[in-house]
């Protein structure tokens, strides 16, 4: 059984028509990720969740956005999306443990598409 | 900051070969966790295996094992006995005590010849 679903699998949007990607966990999982990966490339860390505490990174757009209304949901929220945003999201939740020993399950990502 | 280097681009290996995908790191944190992902074409990110920073023996999955050596600070992924379907990118990455997300490396593109 997936414990952690990404929908959808696949969006198109228009240029600069707001966008919401979603995630959710079975796991109860206290830390919820959010990953860009181009193509080729390796996935890049926009943002993360540890509980409600919201974690964004330096050089993460104001254009992404997000919200966790509960532990089971994460929504990616792209405000203005460019044809720079074109990528495969990834979700991701941890057990968060000191020492960072927690295993990360992935879903199986969002590629957006961007016309 | 934690760093991951993995300086392999692109890797051929002859089908029931063994292989291994090396991987370095640099990290401050004197306890930190590191990862292998699976990438098929498809898209989504599958783990194989992990190593913590004070495990003594290296850790082993199947036909996976993590090479750890922690003088060297390189964390390199064998793969035993080759298969067709181990066809993917690989990903190597890493936690540490104080950051609480993954860092991965450039990645691997493994292709194995039948």
């Known amino acids: 059984d997936a414990m952690v679903i990404q929908n959808p699998r696949y969006q198109v949007t228009q240029f600069g028509k707001p966008v919401t990607l979603s995630c959710s966990q079975t796991?109860?999982?206290?830390?919820m990720y959010w990953y860009q990966q181009k193509s080729s490339q390796a996935p890049k860390l926009l943002f993360h969740?540890?509980?409600?505490?919201?974690?964004n990174e330096a050089d993460t757009p104001d254009n992404f956005q997000s919200r966790r209304p509960n532990t089971s949901f994460c929504f990616l929220d792209i405000r203005s999306p460019g044809l720079g945003d074109a990528a495969m999201y990834l979700c991701a939740t941890s057990r968060d443990q000191i020492g960072g020993a927690a295993e990360a399950f992935f879903g199986q990502g969002t590629r957006l598409t961007v016309v | 900051a934690q760093k991951i280097t993995q300086t392999q681009p692109g890797m051929f290996v002859q089908e029931k070969e063994a292989v291994t995908l090396d991987c370095t790191y640099d990290?401050?944190?004197?306890?930190?966790?590191l990862f292998w992902y699976k990438q098929p074409s498809s898209g989504e990110m599958i783990f194989l295996i992990y190593q913590g920073s004070y495990d003594q023996q290296n850790a082993t999955e199947g036909r996976y094992s993590l090479n750890f050596q922690k003088a060297r600070k390189s964390a390199n992924l064998v793969i035993s006995a080759s298969q067709l379907g181990d066809s993917a990118m690989y990903f190597c990455a890493m936690t540490g005590r104080t950051a609480r997300q993954l860092t991965f490396g450039s990645g691997t593109q493994l292709t194995v010849l039948p």
């Open positions: 990290t401050s944190d004197p306890s930190y966790g």
């Open positions: 969740y540890y509980d409600k505490d919201f974690n």
């Open positions: 796991l109860n999982h206290n830390v």
